[in-house]
């Protein structure tokens, strides 16, 4: 499985930018699909993930802000981010993995990963 980011860019505070990840290669039902981000100096972090078809689980810090959400036909898993504050400036990834649904926010757990968009929020 490969996946591909897109969508990241410079946005000043309070605005919004929508990520994207086109998953190719074999695809199977039971997908687990997760977005994590780095910011400098720091470790990296779980930002929400979605599986079966609409589940989802956010990060305290970005929960009320940002939306995770899939498009089975085109694998394609979007992260739509609002009222973005200078603290979401990072790297972000998306990553996949098939099975279990549990521990979603445990980054060591996926198997494929994306090679990271650049978000670098303004204020």
């Known amino acids: 499985v490969q996946l591909q980011a897109s969508g990241g860019g410079l946005v000043q505070a309070g605005g919004s930018l929508r990520l994207s990840c086109v998953a190719s290669g074999r695809i199977y039902s039971g997908i687990v699909m997760g977005w994590f981000r780095q910011a400098p100096g720091k470790e990296r972090e779980f930002v929400a993930g979605t599986w079966n078809g609409g589940n989802t689980y956010y990060s305290d810090s970005v929960k009320g802000r940002f939306i995770i959400s899939g498009d089975n036909a085109k694998n394609t898993v979007y992260l739509q981010m609002n009222s973005l504050k200078p603290e979401d400036t990072a790297l972000y990834y998306c990553?996949?993995?098939?099975?279990?649904?549990?521990?979603?926010?445990?980054?060591?757990?996926?198997?494929?990963w994306g090679q990271g968009t650049q978000v670098t929020v303004s204020s």
């Open positions: 990553a996949a993995r098939f099975g279990s649904s549990v521990a979603v926010a445990m980054g060591r757990l996926y198997k494929y």
